[in-house]
């Protein structure tokens, strides 16, 4: 059974931010707050991945690239973000987000759900950001008209 390339993809955006967060951790960086900011490598990496795939089969059309590129970025927030809801209940939950308040930079009482849904809103901007720009380049590369 092949699995679908944005599946795949957004699988491989989820490993990578998800062993980049591990290292940041191992490496007891986890205070450097604009480490975090690289994690927008992985998902150009995974969603330029899927539109070069998209363009060696010759699938031309803009549309159909978009969605096929916001459902790989998506999927790969929305497995990262489960990770770390995971991760942060394993921590300890609120608790373990007040300890993090200084370096969240996330005034006021922040729970995990909010703190969450705060980084939900995030991904799907930095998604669609992602997502608009690699297919502007690879439009480009091979024009649909």
């Known amino acids: 059974m092949k699995i679908a390339k944005e599946l795949y993809n957004g699988v491989i955006i989820f490993i990578g931010i998800a062993l980049y967060f591990a290292l940041i951790e191992v490496l007891q960086l986890t205070d450097v707050f604009y480490l975090r900011l690289f994690n927008i490598l992985f998902v150009f990496y995974g969603v330029n991945k899927t539109l070069q795939s998209n363009y060696k089969e010759g699938k ?56 969450v849904f705060s980084l939900l809103i995030e991904a799907i901007v930095s998604v669609m950001i992602v997502s608009f720009s690699l297919l502007l380049f690879w439009k480009r590369k091979y024009p649909s008209d």
């Open 60 to 115: 031309n059309n803009f549309g159909k690239n978009a969605v096929s590129a916001f459902i790989t970025g998506f999927i790969g927030v929305f497995l990262s973000l489960m990770g770390l809801t995971a991760y942060i209940y394993s921590k300890g939950g609120d608790e373990f987000i007040e300890s993090l308040s200084y370096t969240l930079l996330y005034p006021g009482e922040a729970t995990v759900m909010t703190y």
